[in-house]
């Protein structure tokens, strides 16, 4: 079992950045995928970067590439995202996920294949 527990929402305005943390406790994140999905007020959860259980290998769909940023720290069980040149539409609950493999290159892009969710933190960009 993996509890993940995200950190570092906040307000900001457009423009400006924010790096959220993912914590994970019960076991290390070893063997797992990770990932950062938001989903806004009436909108469907929407997958935003994944990165490997080796971390060598990351996924950004254009709704972050060129602004975020993924990565993880083994030692800290931490994963981060890295968001810069934030916009009004980047506002939603952030939420990290993890997802168990046997694949070290493996990048989970869909929902389903997410094992484990935090409960969100909250990102609000104003204009």
């Known amino acids: 079992q993996v509890q993940l527990a995200e950190s570092g929402g906040g307000l900001v305005q457009a423009g400006g950045s924010l790096r959220l943390s993912c914590s994970a406790s019960?076991?290390?994140?070893?063997?797992?995928?990770v990932g950062w999905f938001r989903q806004a007020p009436g909108k469907e959860r929407e997958f935003v970067s994944a990165?490997?259980?080796?971390?060598?290998?990351?996924y950004t769909p254009d709704v972050g590439k060129g602004r975020f940023t993924i990565s993880r720290d083994s030692v800290k069980n931490t994963m981060y995202l890295q968001m810069n040149s934030l916009k009004p539409e980047d506002t939603a609950v952030y939420y990290c996920?993890?997802?168990?493999?046997?694949?070290?290159?493996?990048?989970?892009?869909?929902?389903?294949?997410?094992?484990?969710w935090g409960q969100g933190t909250q990102v609000a960009v104003s204009s």
């Open positions: 996920a993890a997802a168990r493999s046997d694949n070290r290159w493996y990048v989970p892009i869909v929902r389903k294949e997410y094992d484990y």
């Open positions: 019960g076991r290390t994140f070893s063997g797992y995928a």
């Open positions: 990165i490997n259980w080796s971390g060598g290998n990351t």
